[in-house]
Structure formats: C-alpha cells, structure tokens
C-alpha cells in the first residue's frame, strides 16, 4: 500500500459513521491556509474520493512524499510554494498567538507562503490584502482553532499556477472535524503566492451551531441505472463552452460531458452514479442559486484537472455574494465540485448571528 493509499484508508476509518460534523473556514476569522471506489462520509457531509497512487518524479522528491499526488509542470517557484504549504500544514502551534503577534513561529511559516502584497479570497468575505490583514487572520484562526493540522491530497501545477488539495482537521468547541479545502494560488519567480483564493463549504460549520439550519442537498440521491464510460479528459477548447453551461444553469450539457463519472460535491454522503441524481443535484443547485461567474485557473496535470470559475451567485433570498466554484477532473471517472452553500441557505445577518454563536463558550 502506498503512502497516499495509507493516508486515504486513514481518512476513511475516521470519519465512518459520523455525520453533522463541521467542515471549519469562517470567513472573517478562520483564513485558513489553504488549503473512488466506495468512499467513506467525509466531514463537510461531502465524500471523500479515493485516489491513485501517488505518482512518481524526480521533482521536488522531498514534498512529492507528503502529498497523495503531484502532477504537472513542477518549477523550482512551485516546489518552493508546495514546501511552504506542507511546513505550516505540519507545524504545532504550541502556545495560541496572541493578538497582534505576528512574532509568533507558526505566523511566521503561514506569511512565508503569501507576497507581501498578496491578495487572499475567503468564501463569504472581500479579499485580503497584504501581510498584516493576513497575518491578523490567520492570528484569529489558530486561536480558536490551534490544532489546525493538514496533508496535501491531489496537488497540480501548471506554471505559475498552483492548484493545492487537502484534508483539513480541526477541533471546534470539542468536537473533532476533518474537511477538503482546494487552495488556487497564483505564484511569483520565487514560489510566493501573489493571489489566493480558497474554496470550501461553511456550511457545516454554521450547521453545528445552528441545527435548524437545512443541508441545500438533502434528499438527492441516485436513481436508475449507472450508465456510460468514463469522461473524456478535460480540454482547454472546452473552458468556453462549459462556463457557458454553468451560467446557463444547463444541466444536460453540465452532466452529459461526464459520461459515467462519479459525482462528489457538497452535501452528499456519498458519490452520485447515475444520470439522474447528478441530474437532480445540479437543478437543486439551480433552483437555490443564479451564478455569474467568470472562466478563472486551470492546471492540467498528468491525470487530473482542475477547472476554476468565480464570480457571484444571487441566492433565492436575493442576496448577491462572492462565489466560486472548482471543478477536479480526476483518473477513474472521478468529477469533484468544491463551493460554499452557506450562503444559499442563509443571509448576511443570519451567518453574522451564527459565527457569533459559533465563537462563544
């Protein structure tokens, strides 16, 4: 079994069994780094795909051998982002920071990854711009949350774009929680990220403060028979086609361009196979949320792909927030979405009145 197998199997035994727990990014608070066969519940009420073995290469052997998988175009910049990321996913905090303390060890290593001047997108918030707003973030976070611990799952380069897969844990007012976060980075000549933008669920999070709040996806399910093959890889003369199929909430040309594939997204237990639940998951999606979004990175890897649009979405309670989604087209027909539902199901103020129950003793 290989190390990203082991890691995987890890993954599964934990999580068997457990619903309602919190996937944990608060918007304003918690910026965090970012980052099958049958698989097992992951922690966002999402699922967890099983990947390949991790895959071989002489580049950046040494971080090769703590992510599942690394693929793509790996450049010194990229090896040195991918270094940084592992160094403060693996770090122990020790003693929480303190307000202001940028001094801190695990600050440090978190700043070591972002420019000066870098931009960070959080689900639900305007970006972050430059060192001190950052580092007062990530300051927040890890003193409500100062075992915050990740691994690298499907990492991808593709120049200076950096696509970062991980399995996130935390624990949140006792409980022990464990989510996927995908964090799109934009890299400059020494490996430093210059943009972010982190995509994950909140819902969850909320959810388990306020259990009155409902899953956007509850009762989608598979019906029928699995048909088809698996997906054809995803191309770049596809990019315009398919945003336009996302904005035109069409969910035929959406669902039919992945043939047989396994659908794995926010608010399921377990991966759609049929037409028609990846049908039916789709048009619930539709029905809550009007996307605007805009073509953003791709990285093409050897196996995997990873396809991002951003944007707003205008929710069925007419709020109109940042939104983005992520697209992984993965080896054997695995098709991931990763966006946040939080604001599909809630407002301004109701998320304000949930992050303060949330933080409160």
């Not at 899953?215 to 315009?240: C, M, Q, Y």
Request: proline share 6%; with cysteine; hydrophobic share 40%.
């Amino acid at each position: 079994m290989t190390t990203g197998q082991q890691g995987r199997e890890n993954r599964k035994t934990a999580v068997l069994g457990r619903s309602g727990l919190l996937p944990a990014a608060l918007a304003t608070v918690m910026a965090f780094a970012t980052v099958t066969t049958e698989p097992a519940a992951s922690a966002t009420g999402s699922v967890r795909p099983a990947t390949g073995p991790v895959a071989q290469g002489s580049e950046c052997a040494e971080a090769r051998k703590k992510v599942e998988r690394l693929e793509g175009l790996i450049t010194p910049n990229a090896c040195a982002f991918i270094e940084r990321q592992i160094a403060f996913g693996e770090a122990p905090t020790g003693t929480p920071p303190v307000p202001g303390g940028f001094d801190h060890p695990r600050v440090q290593a978190y700043l070591d990854i972002f420019d000066e001047e870098a931009t960070l997108w959080e689900a639900g918030g305007a970006p972050q711009r430059g060192h001190t707003t950052i580092g007062n973030s990530i300051i927040g976070s890890l003193r409500l949350v100062p075992d915050l611990r990740y691994t690298g799952t499907e990492v991808v380069a593709d120049g200076a774009v950096m696509m970062f897969g991980q399995w996130n844990e935390v624990t949140i007012k006792g409980q022990k929680v464990a989510y996927p976060q995908i964090a799109r980075n934009v890299l400059s000549d020494d490996g430093k990220t210059i943009q972010a933008r982190r995509y994950y669920d909140r819902y969850t999070v909320f959810g388990s403060a306020a259990p009155e709040l409902r899953n956007l996806f509850e009762g989608v399910a598979d019906s029928g028979r699995a048909t088809g093959g698996a997906p054809k890889r995803f191309r770049a003369d596809e990019i315009t086609a398919r945003l336009a199929a996302w904005n035109g909430e069409d969910v035929s040309a959406l669902a039919d361009r992945m043939g047989g594939a396994r659908l794995t997204a926010p608010g399921l237990s377990r991966p759609l196979v049929t037409p028609a639940g990846r049908a039916a998951y789709l048009q619930k999606l539709f029905d809550r949320a009007d996307v605007e979004l805009k073509a953003g990175q791709v990285a093409f890897g050897e196996s995997t792909t990873y396809v991002e649009w951003h944007g707003r979405v205008t929710s069925e309670k007419g709020a109109r927030v940042p939104f983005g989604i992520v697209e992984r087209f993965g080896p054997g027909a695995e098709w991931e979405l990763f966006f946040d539902t939080l604001p599909l199901v809630a407002d301004d103020t109701e998320i304000a009145a949930l992050f303060q129950r949330l933080t409160q003793p």
